[in-house]
C-alpha cells in the first residue's frame, strides 16, 4: 500500500474538499490526517537586545538598562553607523564629550537612541572640535613677545611689511 502525505494550508475547509475530491475520483480508503504540520516553520524573533560592547556602550551613555530591548528602528540606525565608521575609539570620545556637557546647564545632548545613532557622524565632530587642551598647548607663550613702546619703530615694522606685501602682488601678477 502507497503513502502519500496531503497538507493543505491556507484556506478553511481545504482538506475536506480533497477528500472529498478524491473519492469522486474512485479512492476509496482515503485518509488525510488532521495534525497540523507547519512547513514554513516562523523564524523566532531576536530579542533585539544589546549584545555587543558598541551597543552596549550607547545603551550605557543614555541610561537604559541593559535588559530593556531596542526598537527595530534603532538596530537598523545601530548597524548604519556601524558600517559608517562608529567605533569604540569613537564612541569613547563622544561619552566622553557628553559627560563634560551635561555639567553645564545650557547643554544640547540628544536624548533619543535613535536620533544619537542616525546622526553619529556630527555628533564626533563635535566631540573632537570640542576637546579640553591638555599638557603643553595650555602653557604655551610666544617666546619673543616684545611690547611695542616705541611709535617710531612700529611704523617702521608696518612700512617694511607693506614693502614686502607690495612686492609679494607684484610679483604673482597683481
Not at 475536506?16 to 507547519?38: H, P, Q, W
Not at 537586545?49 to 530591548?69: D, I, W
Not at 570640542?130 to 610666544?142: C, R, Y
Amino acid at each position: 500500500m502507497t503513502r502519500y502525505t496531503i497538507s493543505a494550508t491556507g484556506q478553511p475547509g481545504a482538506k475536506s474538499r480533497i477528500r472529498t475530491a478524491l473519492k469522486l475520483m474512485g479512492f476509496d480508503g482515503v485518509r488525510i490526517d488532521e495534525t497540523e504540520v507547519n512547513a514554513t516553520v516562523a523564524k523566532p524573533k531576536p530579542d533585539n537586545l544589546p549584545t555587543s560592547p558598541l551597543a552596549k556602550e550607547v545603551a550605557k551613555l543614555f541610561h537604559r538598562e541593559p535588559e530593556k530591548p531596542w526598537s527595530d528602528a534603532e538596530i537598523l540606525a545601530f548597524r548604519a553607523a556601524g558600517r559608517s565608521g562608529m567605533d569604540l575609539a569613537g564612541m569613547a570620545e563622544v561619552a566622553s564629550f557628553y559627560e563634560r556637557e551635561r555639567k553645564k546647564t545650557d547643554h544640547y545632548c540628544r536624548t533619543s537612541i535613535l536620533t544619537f545613532l542616525r546622526h553619529f557622524g556630527g555628533e564626533l565632530d563635535k566631540a573632537r572640535a570640542d576637546k579640553p587642551k591638555v599638557g603643553k598647548a595650555l602653557e604655551w607663550t610666544p617666546a619673543n613677545v616684545v611690547p611695542m613702546t616705541d611709535p617710531e619703530e612700529a611704523e617702521r615694522i608696518a612700512e617694511a611689511t607693506r614693502e614686502q606685501a607690495r612686492k609679494f602682488r607684484e610679483s604673482h601678477g597683481r
